[in-house]
């Protein structure tokens, strides 16, 4: 039985062959997709996305059809709602870690991801905030690990990001270190940033990505926060004493 993450590699001819038997009725069946999940051991939504997420499935538009759906829109926006809502329940990690491992060389779905981040890391903020689950903040680091090192989001995606001030979900993720490791955006300009938390800061200067003439720079603001100045004085003072 074809796996999710076999579907969403499938050809043209794979996702046909795979899928023909199903194709009996022409009427549209609101729990089609679901019934012929089953018949695969997946999850509707697994199914869904799988194909949803193939690049090849827009240049089949009758897969919508024998998926229940109206048109190929119809399958797409299920898919979309099923990605942006569901938090590692209907799809798991892996399958979220499989769907970014194609994305990032489909530039049509690119184009939509980060749309659909925004709302699906919203989704899955609000749950940490209402449960404090510590399994569903472990697979949310390790998603955001996949989201910048596969290059899923570009520089507007991560400027929001940044911009939010006191953000406990940043720290939490240690995102900006992960922004900065995979180069999206210089060290330096990060570090400059007020509204980057010290904590932060300090994480940068623990993975030695800030040099010391431009933390002897940030110290000479006087605007700098008392916490802030703490952090960096004694970044200094520790490796003064570790040469």
Do not use: W
């Amino acid at each position: 039985m074809a796996s999710f993450k076999e579907i969403l590699n499938y050809s043209e001819e794979e996702l046909l062959q795979l899928l023909y038997k199903f194709n009996q009725s022409e009427g549209i069946n609101e729990d089609k997709a679901e019934a012929i999940a089953i018949q695969l051991k997946l999850r509707e939504a697994q199914l869904v996305c799988a194909i949803g997420f193939n690049k090849s499935v827009k240049k089949l538009p009758e897969i919508a059809t024998i998926l229940g759906f109206k048109n190929h829109n119809s399958l797409v926006n299920s898919r979309n709602e099923f990605f942006t809502i569901d938090i590692y329940k209907l799809l798991t990690l892996d399958n979220i870690l499989s769907i970014y491992s194609i994305v990032k060389n489909d530039i049509d779905n690119k184009q939509i991801m980060e749309y659909l981040l925004s709302n699906r890391l919203e989704s899955i903020e609000k749950r940490i905030e209402e449960t404090v689950n510590s399994l569903i903040i472990d697979k949310y680091k390790e998603e955001m690990r996949a989201i910048y090192s596969d290059g899923i989001v570009g520089i507007d995606f991560v400027e929001t990001r940044l911009n939010k001030s006191d953000s406990g979900f940043r720290a939490l993720l240690n995102e900006v270190t992960l922004i900065v490791e995979n180069k999206i955006i210089p060290a330096g300009d990060v570090f400059f940033r007020e509204s980057i938390l010290p904590q932060e800061k300090r994480k940068l200067l623990d993975k030695g990505l800030i040099p010391r003439d431009l933390i002897e720079t940030r110290l000479s603001d006087s605007k700098i926060s008392d916490v802030e100045k703490k952090i960096l004085y004694d970044h200094l003072k520790l490796n003064r004493e570790n040469t």
